[in-house]
């Protein structure tokens, strides 16, 4: 049995809304990015999970970790993309195959929804996600060319 088939792992519901943004909360917090708080990020968790906006999948008991997945129609195949918003693990439980397991549920989640494509977005210095990625098939070449994310505020 691998190491990942041994983590808990379970689709978040509205009540774990606190849980949810308090992982979200430390993520941003660890590497410098702003957050609304744990507060706002509660409040707006509940209400997207509620409604289906977004899928926020949890790891361990904690949880120790989240995987954060939108869903939304795509216009070249008639099925849904996913999106990887987020995958995180807090850092006292890294190097446990936490990310792999998350990372493995929300692709099974994504199919199971009917979607045919995920996407997601890292820093090119997070070299521990990139590993993850890149060893569960994930690419960031489009004939034979590195892909660029950009993104910017509105």
């Known amino acids: 049995m691998s190491p990942s088939s041994q983590i808990t792992i379970r689709r978040a ?20 990015d702003p957050t609304p708080g744990v507060a706002a ?13 977004m ?5 361990g008991e904690g949880p120790e970790g989240l995987a954060q997945l939108r869903l939304r129609p795509s216009v070249w195949s008639g099925a849904l993309d996913a999106y990887l918003e987020e995958l995180y693990v807090a850092p006292a439980h890294r190097g446990r195959g936490i990310g792999r397991a998350l990372l493995e549920s929300v692709l099974e989640v994504a199919r199971a929804q009917g979607a045919t494509r995920i996407d997601l977005g890292t820093s090119e210095t997070d070299t521990a996600a990139i590993g993850l990625y890149e060893s569960c098939g994930f690419s960031n070449l489009e004939h034979g060319a590195k892909m660029l994310f950009y993104e910017r505020d509105l």
């Open 13 to 32: 519901e509205a009540a774990d809304a606190a849980e949810v943004a308090r992982l979200l909360h430390d993520f941003n917090t660890e590497f410098g």
């Open 41 to 53: 990020l509660t409040e707006r968790a509940e209400e997207m999970i509620a409604a289906e906006e």
């Open 55 to 59: 899928i926020v999948v949890l790891a």
